[in-house]
């Protein structure tokens, strides 16, 4: 079974600083991890996702995670907080074989002061 | 390719009565998935369809649910006798093969439903 854990239901910054958003997955195959980006009332956008390939992800907005198997951790990181960034961030994990369904964690609300 | 579109974005319904969703994925993709997010909560997998065959469902959905995708297109979510724990966003996402072989899903808006 694999699940995921976010660390922090609430986030928050100012504007310009770092975030960063916890998650630590576990997983009985090699994993495909995944973040995600809810704004209010609206659905789920995909900010970034692993698939084994570089452990160091690039995504959307400026988002990058860095996946760590040692550690079992999948952390989401931008260098410079925007007001715009603010909105509910989900990790999830899914196997790398058959039907692939997602498994998320609870969410952390990203909130940015300016 | 227009997104995954969901109907309706609102349902407000009475306890006992039956509900049903709409769910048109983006064209081409022969997967598609149904979730259930409730408040404050991540969304949780509900059941899979690989073109017109149902091929997984979670214990989460009791008998009192029904998902059809007929011709391997949209799919339709029904709830019967609705509870007011049915009470959540309803989200479908849908995918294909990239040559890696990683399917990535793609949400519609999500279709709210509240059971007064």
């Known amino acids: 079974a694999q699940s995921v854990t976010q660390l922090g239901s609430h986030v928050s910054v100012s504007e310009g600083a770092l975030v960063l958003l916890r998650c630590n997955y576990s997983?009985?195959?090699?994993?495909?991890l995944f973040w995600y980006v809810q704004y209010p009332n609206q659905g789920l956008q995909l900010l970034l996702k692993?698939?084994?390939?570089?452990?160091l992800v690039k995504g959307i907005n400026g988002f990058e995670a860095e996946f760590k198997k040692s550690e079992t951790s999948f952390h989401l990181t931008k260098p410079s907080a925007h007001m715009s960034d603010a909105a509910e961030y989900f990790c999830?994990?899914?196997?790398?074989?058959?039907?692939?369904?997602?498994?998320f964690g609870t969410g952390t609300r990203l909130l940015v002061s300016p | 390719d227009t997104g995954v579109s969901q109907d309706p974005r609102h349902k407000i319904t009475k306890r006992g009565q039956n509900v049903t969703f709409r769910c048109d994925p983006i064209?081409?993709?022969?997967?598609l998935y149904w979730y259930r997010q409730t408040l404050g909560q991540g969304p949780e997998f509900l059941t899979y369809?690989?073109?017109?065959?149902?091929?997984?469902k979670s214990r989460l959905l009791s008998d009192r649910f029904s998902a059809e995708r007929p011709k391997g297109s949209f799919s339709t979510l029904e709830i019967q006798r609705t509870e007011q724990g049915d009470s959540a966003m309803y989200l479908c996402?849908?995918?294909?093969?990239?040559?890696?072989?990683?399917?990535?899903?793609?949400f519609g808006p999500g279709t709210r439903l509240t059971v007064t």
């Open positions: 996402a849908s995918s294909s093969p990239r040559a890696s072989g990683n399917y990535e899903q793609y």
């Open positions: 997983s009985s195959v090699p994993p495909y």
């Open positions: 692993y698939t084994s390939a570089a452990t």
């Open positions: 999830a994990v899914s196997e790398n074989t058959g039907f692939q369904k997602l498994v």
């Open positions: 064209s081409e993709h022969n997967r």
């Open positions: 369809f690989q073109n017109e065959a149902q091929l997984e």
